[in-house]
Structure formats: C-alpha cells, structure tokens
C-alpha cells in the first residue's frame, strides 16, 4: 500500500507541480510555507512533503499571494538554528517573519491516510475502495504571532469495481482496483485548505466565467485541485455580517447551485449542475464558488432548483471585472422576497431602488419618501425606517467632494451610512499605504453593498489608475456619473485619461 501510494503521489507532483521562486510583486501577500508532518500511521515525511506540494501549487497560481521558496526557508532555519517542524512557536514566526520577510507563516501535519474496503457477491463480485486523507494547517501572522486559521479538512475519494465470477466464487474477469484514488483524496481536502488560505489572506475567490444552457465553466483548473467529479457550491453574496461594534466580519452567503467537474484543463474546468433537469437558469457570471465535499453537497439536494437570486448579486461581476460576460439567455429571476425581518435586507432593497432612480437623476442631498414594502406571508405592510439624514454644513455640496462625508447624504439610514464610511476609510487607508489591490477590492465590494455609492465607483477608478488599468478606470468613472451625472471629481478624473 505505501509504495503505491508513494507511486501515484509522485505521478501527481510531476505532473502538476511547479514551485515558483519568491515573486518581487511586492503587492502581493507574502507566504512562507514548511514542511507538513506526519502524524498518520503508515504516512512516511517524504510522503507528506509530497503533501505539502500539492498544497503549496495551489496557492502557487494566486494573484494576491507570493510563495516563498520551502528551500530558502529551510536555509534560514538552519543559518539561525530555528526549529521549524511540529507546531512553530509565535517567537520563531516572529523570526522567521523577520528574516525572510514573509508576512505568513502556514505549517501543517498530515492526521490520516486511511484505506477502506467494502466487498459484495452477488452473481458479480463488487469491491468498493475509499482513500481518506486528513491534513491540519496553521497559519500564522509572522507580525504579531497570531494564529490567523487553524483547520482542518478531510479528503475522500471512492471507487467501485466489478468482476465477473465463476461458480467457484473466483473472480475471472475485473477491472483496476485503487490506481488514482490517493491523488484524489489529497486534492480534495488540500483544493478546499488553498481556498480557505487565499480567502483569509487575499481576498481572492473563483468564479464562474461563462455559463451556457447546460454547461457552467469556471477559472479553477488541475493546478487548483480541480479533478474531475470535483463539486462546487455556486454562491452569490447576501447582506454584511457585522458583530457588535458595526465592524463587517462576514457576508452571508446565498446558495445558488451545486455543480461537478465534467472536464478538467490547466486554469479552468467545464461543469454540469447537479440537479434535476441540470439547466444554468440561475448561475451568473462573475458568481462565486468554493470547493465542497460531497457531504457537504449533500443538505443542498432538491433544495436549489427553484431558488431565486437576490437583488444586489445580479452585477457583481461587472462591477468587479467590466462588460463583456457570457450569461444565460434565461430571464434574470425575480429579486428574493424580504425576510420576515425587513430591517435585514435593507441596504439590498435600497440598493436597488436607487439604481433604479439614479439614472435619471442627479443625487439629492434631501430626504426621499420611502414607500411601504410588503411583507410575508400576508401580513401588514411594513414601513421602512425613515433614512436618517446627518446634519452637514450648509457649505459641504457632494458633487465636488472625495471624502466620506459624501456618503452621509445618500438615501439610507445613519446605521447603514455608518458601516459604508467605517468600510470606506479602511479601503483608503489601503490606498494610502499603495496596497492597491486590496484597496481595489474594497472599493468594489462598498460598490457592491450599495449600488448607489457613486464615491466607491470613483475610488475604485482612481485605484484602477493606480494599477495602470485605465480601461476598468474609465468604466468606473462611467459609473460615477451613472449613478450621479453631477458628480465634478469623476468627471475631471475622466478627462484626464484622455489628455
């Protein structure tokens, strides 16, 4: 068993696994990686490097991350007498953080390596053979000693064989019996720790990038753990998340399909929705999506054919990425009804009457009446919370201000301009410091949480510029004005681009 599992692990590293040299993109998140351990009977430490490898080529492919070299790593551990193996302590983060000028630290152990074996005999000899392997990640802020994501993930992977067999019991005609399944189970939990990893650290999510009839394509392929029968769990995102102290701590995620690998290629794969009748009606382009079990899977069967999208996820990608996305010919399904709660889908709902008026006109910095909205289930209609303007100086006009104050004179409440200029400031300080990308990203999601924000628009066109992306500059300057024709610092900053 070791040796054959040692076998099909090296076939996989061949294949797939090209260590890059640490990257001078000094945008990019910086991941110092060590050597997992072996923590499972029957795993040997050159097994689980293989581990480590695979692991370490996922986030290899990341835009927001670069990987430092295991044996620069080892090098500097060695020249300063440091212990990196078992569970790193936060002075030797500290250290290693220090020297080789990584901001993370991500350390590991694999926990399990397990084969199973089921046998059934009837008329024909069936055997089911399941690889299950569990690997444990720690990743540490070098900065502070923080351990920033502690997890851990299970890997499976399964097949049944059939042989014919004689009136002896003897098998005499069959098929192969385990060839594959190790790589498998390793790319499945190792698929979803990368995911989990580039998240937290960078902000960076697959997508779907085309969507036909019966066939969804997104940008995660082989060196991403893709294989096929991999599952997807296609998500748009819900409203904030935010714990006491009004700071977004998450986003609510709104199930929108699950879906399988039919083909795999390098940076992208083709799938197929797994579900009754298998149509794309909902999937959008530019939708998110993460990697998933098929336990996981399991809780979403028959519950999503008929689910409808939320408001506020039908432009994401465009905000995000520009035109020019293949969607489904299918009609856009109707916005999901309010929560029993109206208060929770708020900043949606007014979202999406402000695209719907802001185009026609300019922003007002006065109060707009609020029309009741139905409730559920028949209830009495609700009246919406009255937006809460904040009393601004009799000289401050939003049509010639960068600053977040403008965001006190849209259409919603003081809470939920509140949580707009916390997100806002954070995202300049961002561009104060030339963390661009992730200033970008920002920038997009405040554009994202309220569609009326004409101020993020501009930022984020200004950080574009930064990025030496004048096209996406342009497009979110065009937004600015889209959202408020009035609005002087988008349109001298569209000027410009053109002198």
Not at 195 to 212: N, R
């Amino acid at each position: 068993m070791k040796r054959l599992f040692s076998i099909s692990c090296l076939i996989f590293f061949l294949l797939i696994c090209v260590e890059p040299a640490f990257s001078d993109q000094t945008e990019r998140k910086r991941l110092g990686i060590v050597g997992f351990q072996s923590r499972a009977q029957g795993v040997t430490q050159y097994q689980a490097d293989i581990i480590t490898d695979v692991l370490t080529t996922q986030l290899a492919n990341s835009r927001t991350i670069a990987i430092l070299e295991r044996e620069r790593l080892d090098e500097i551990a060695r020249q300063q007498r440091l212990d990196l193996s078992g569970l790193v302590s936060t002075s030797t983060a500290s250290r290693v953080g220090e020297l080789a000028g990584v901001q993370y630290l991500l350390t590991g152990s694999v926990t399990e390596f397990s084969v199973g074996q089921k046998q059934m005999n009837i008329i024909v000899h069936q055997t089911t053979n399941e690889v299950r392997v569990t690997i444990d990640i720690r990743l540490i802020d070098t900065s502070t000693g923080e351990v920033r994501l502690a997890i851990s993930e299970t890997g499976t992977a399964s097949r049944t064989t059939t042989s014919l067999i004689d009136n002896s019991g003897r098998a005499i005609i069959g098929e192969s019996e385990r060839g594959g399944l190790e790589a498998s189970a390793i790319a499945d939990a190792s698929s979803r720790l990368a995911h989990k990893i580039l998240a937290l650290i960078g902000d960076e999510y697959p997508h779907v990038i085309s969507v036909a009839a019966d066939e969804i394509t997104i940008d995660v392929g082989s060196t991403m753990g893709a294989r096929k029968d991999s599952l997807y769990l296609v998500y748009a995102d819900g409203r904030p998340l935010t714990n006491i102290h009004g700071v977004i701590i998450a986003r609510q995620e709104i199930p929108i399909a699950v879906v399988k690998v039919r083909n795999v290629s390098t940076s992208y794969s083709t799938c197929t929705i797994v579900e009754k009748g298998g149509e794309a009606k909902n999937v959008r382009r530019g939708d998110k999506i993460r990697p998933i079990s098929s336990a996981e899977a399991r809780p979403f069967a028959g519950k999503l054919d008929d689910v409808r999208r939320p408001a506020a996820s039908n432009e994401t990608f465009e905000q995000i990425f520009g035109s020019g996305s293949t969607v489904s010919s299918t009609p856009i399904a109707e916005p999901v009804p309010l929560a029993e709660n109206p208060t929770d889908n708020r900043i949606a709902e007014i979202a999406r009457v402000s695209s719907a008026t802001s185009h026609s006109a300019p922003v007002s910095t006065q109060p707009q009446q609020v029309e009741p909205v139905p409730s559920q289930l028949g209830a009495p209609a609700i009246v919406p919370q009255q937006p809460q303007q904040q009393q601004l100086r009799r000289d401050f006009n939003p049509n010639v201000s960068e600053e977040a104050k403008v965001i006190e004179t849209y259409p919603i409440t003081a809470s939920q301009a509140e949580l707009l200029i916390k997100g806002h400031n954070d995202a300049v300080s961002r561009f104060g410091r030339k963390d661009y990308r992730d200033a970008y990203r920002r920038f997009n999601r405040l554009l994202d949480d309220y569609n009326g924000n004409y101020l993020a628009a501009f930022w984020a066109g200004r950080t574009a510029e930064r990025l030496g992306n004048k096209e996406n500059a342009l497009r979110l300057y065009n937004k600015a004005l889209e959202i408020n024709p009035n609005y002087v610092p988008a349109q001298s900053a569209r000027d410009e681009l053109f002198e």
